[in-house]
């Protein structure tokens, strides 16, 4: 059973173009990660959000954390060529274990 | 470079054989974490440790799998009697006491092709 679900699995768009990627679970999460890896590369970490409702951006990106802290969502404006990759959620559970579960991710590819 | 350092970087072994990664975490970062991850997929969990301790190991870790962190500073994840499933990127990752353990930055990975 996959503790973090992202949908949707594959995108192709155009340049120029918005897109939003999701992140759900049924789990409560205390902080939630988002990810872009390269191939061959490991993930390399965007943004960390840890309180319900969180709205932070960075640059193009916008990334939103549920209210009751069970899902996520990325969005991305005017997407470039250079924002193709695979964008990956990950969540800390509030068990009190610091172990961090990922998402199923997004595989996102942006055309010229 | 004071990042997450993982070696080697690309393995290639024949099945039977025994096969060790090493990870150098970020510099006083506490926590240590290995994960698996194959093609298409997010990073699996397999363990992580506080300091020399083990505290969590994943059920994806048989017996053919340990892992150690002697010291505190770096970790081994040694795979004994490989299989060809067993081929796959092994990733390493640290986070920090003073970052509430709420980050983790990543190592570049081990790429572990069992032949």
């Known amino acids: 059973t996959q503790l973090l679900e992202q949908s949707p699995q594959f995108l192709s768009i155009q340049e120029g173009e918005n897109l939003t990627v999701y992140c759900n679970s049924s789990s409560v999460f205390s902080s939630l990660q988002w990810y872009r890896q390269e191939p061959g590369e490991g993930p390399v970490l965007l943004v960390t959000?840890?309180?319900?409702?969180e709205v932070k951006k960075l640059k193009r990106l916008t990334f939103q954390f549920g209210d009751a802290r069970k899902d996520s969502s990325l969005h991305i404006t005017a997407a470039q060529t250079g924002d193709t990759g695979l964008y990956l959620c990950?969540?800390?559970?509030?068990?009190?274990?610091?172990?961090?579960?990922f998402g199923t991710g997004t595989r996102l590819k942006v055309l010229a | 470079d004071t990042g997450v350092s993982q070696n080697p970087r690309h393995k290639i072994t024949k099945r039977g054989q025994n096969v060790t990664f090493r990870c150098d975490p970020i510099s006083e970062h506490n926590r240590l974490y290995w994960y698996r991850q194959t093609l298409g997929q997010g990073p699996e969990f397999l363990t992580y440790?506080?300091?020399?301790?083990?505290?969590?190991k994943s059920r994806l870790l048989s017996d053919r799998f340990s892992a150690e962190r002697p010291k505190g500073s770096f970790s081994t994840l040694e795979i004994q009697r490989t299989e060809q499933g067993d081929s796959a990127m092994y990733l390493c990752a640290s986070s920090s006491r003073d970052d509430s353990g709420n980050t983790i930055y990543f190592g570049e990975g081990s790429w572990l092709t069992v032949v």
């Open positions: 440790f506080q300091n020399e301790a083990q505290l969590e």
């Open positions: 959000v840890v309180t319900g409702g």
């Open positions: 990950a969540g800390r559970l509030t068990s009190g274990t610091y172990k961090y579960i």
